[in-house]
């Protein structure tokens, strides 16, 4: 990205204004550099895999790791009667610099369940478990 906004200057082309990448409760790497680099140089963030999806495109399948943020995530939807689904998008969407999530819905149906976390406002507390849940140990 950095390289990218170097040729951009030395050519004088005309600036990025987004940065794609995989970011998601699980898949967390991209906040210890890109995003920070994305809010300082003011690219919006567009993320792709938003919801982990790995086996839709035939990865592996799921890691423990993964099975249990997910189950956790299950508990946190229960207790807050909400979709986990909207819980992870609106989590995602609630951070500084992330201007879009590509969702990538196969039905109508997965878009209807899925859209409504564009506009779901979540406490603070809320935010902070649901951070919590796919945080990575130091």
Do not use: K
Not at 73 to 91: I, K, M, N, T
């Amino acid at each position: 990205m950095a390289e990218a906004l170097w040729i951009r200057e030395r050519l004088a082309l005309h600036a990025p204004i987004c940065c794609q990448l995989p970011y998601n409760l699980a898949t967390r790497g991209a906040e210890r550099e890109f995003v920070p680099a994305c809010l300082h140089f003011g690219l919006g963030i567009t993320v792709f895999s938003p919801l982990a999806g790995s086996m839709r495109w035939g990865g592996a399948g799921f890691t423990r790791e993964q099975v249990a943020l997910a189950q956790q995530l299950d508990g946190l939807a229960a207790a807050w009667e909400r979709p986990p689904a909207q819980l992870a998008l609106a989590w995602l969407l609630s951070h500084p610099g992330v201007t879009s999530a590509i969702i990538g819905p196969e039905t109508v149906a997965e878009l209807e369940a899925n859209a409504p976390a564009a506009d779901l406002q979540l406490a603070p507390e809320q935010l902070e478990r649901l951070d919590a849940v796919g945080r990575a140990e130091p």
